[in-house]
């Protein structure tokens, strides 16, 4: 702990993860290769590392804010959450169209997790099977998460403990969509998508509410329209 940063960092995320990689053995059976590991906490150190350092919005500095995809393009943000305690969680996403009006969105509870990205990667499922099933064919993911950022850009956990979501979540892609880009995006442009995460932890396991969307969302959803204007 009388290191500095990123040394400090970089040292308790390598030890968080070497206990999480050992309940993973011992709970599951599946030993991931050493590059991913190391590769996993490159990304999550320097996550935090970002999160610690960035300087507050300043008077006169625009914070980022959730943009609207291009014409013919859908966005879909998509937010996990994970209760350590219960090893239980929640998921949230939606889809907007160029004109930000939401076109689908929906949220539900997770049992038995592992991990937060874990949660991340089961909402992301749940937004790309929810775009799959509208015959979305142009699609943008939006995380605020940006370990699944590398997952989904590289093969970094396909082998891992994890690796079974991965491969649904790059089936779902490659054969469903024409084009598809998954971009990084603070906690202010994945507001909507992170209250509805939430919200997830209200209902029943296995439920799935999509038919509807809370009075508070719409409230967010306005607000990123005015953002964008």
């Given at each position: 702990?009388?290191?500095?940063?990123?040394?400090?960092?970089?040292?308790?995320?390598t030890?968080?993860f070497?206990?999480?990689?050992?309940n993973?053995?011992?709970e599951?059976?599946?030993?991931?290769?050493?590059?991913?590991?190391v590769?996993?906490?490159e990304?999550y150190?320097?996550?935090?590392?970002?999160?610690?350092?960035?300087?507050p919005?300043?008077v006169?500095?625009?914070?980022?804010?959730?943009?609207r995809p291009?014409?013919?393009?859908?966005?879909?943000n998509c937010?996990?959450?994970?209760?350590?305690?219960?090893?239980?969680g929640?998921w949230?996403?939606?889809?907007r169209?160029?004109?930000g009006?939401?076109?689908?969105?929906?949220r539900?509870?997770i049992?038995?997790?592992?991990?937060?990205?874990?949660?991340?990667?089961?909402a992301?499922l749940q937004?790309?099977?929810?775009?799959a099933?509208?015959?979305?064919?142009?699609?943008?993911?939006?995380?605020d998460?940006?370990e699944?950022?590398?997952?989904?850009n590289?093969?970094v956990h396909?082998?891992?403990?994890?690796g079974?979501?991965?491969?649904?979540i790059?089936?779902?892609?490659?054969?469903?969509f024409?084009?598809f880009?998954c971009?990084f995006?603070?906690?202010?442009?994945?507001?909507?998508?992170?209250?509805?995460?939430?919200?997830?932890?209200?209902?029943?396991?296995?439920?799935?509410?999509?038919?509807?969307?809370?009075?508070?969302?719409?409230?967010?959803?306005a607000n990123?329209?005015?953002?964008?204007e």
């Open positions: 702990m009388s290191q500095r940063e990123p040394k400090r960092e970089s040292m308790v995320v030890l968080w070497i206990w999480s990689e050992r993973c053995i011992r599951e059976g599946r030993r991931r290769p050493a590059e991913a590991i590769r996993s906490i990304l150190a320097n996550e935090n590392l970002l999160q610690h350092t960035s300087k919005t300043q006169g500095q625009r914070k980022q804010v959730w943009r291009p014409n013919g393009v859908l966005k879909l937010d996990g959450s994970f209760l350590p305690s219960e090893k239980s929640s949230g996403c939606l889809i169209d160029s004109d009006d939401v076109v689908q969105a929906g539900g509870k049992n038995n997790l592992l991990s937060a990205f874990q949660a991340e990667l089961i992301c937004g790309i099977q929810m775009a099933s509208l015959g979305i064919g142009r699609l943008i993911l939006a995380t998460a940006m699944v950022v590398g997952a989904v590289s093969e396909d082998a891992s403990a994890v079974h979501l991965m491969e649904e790059k089936s779902l892609l490659s054969l469903n024409i084009s880009e971009v995006g603070s906690r202010s442009c994945n507001e909507a998508a992170h209250v509805l995460a939430k919200l997830g932890h209200m209902c029943t396991e296995g439920e799935i509410i999509s038919d509807s969307i809370p009075e508070c969302i719409s409230v967010i959803v990123d329209l005015l953002a964008n």
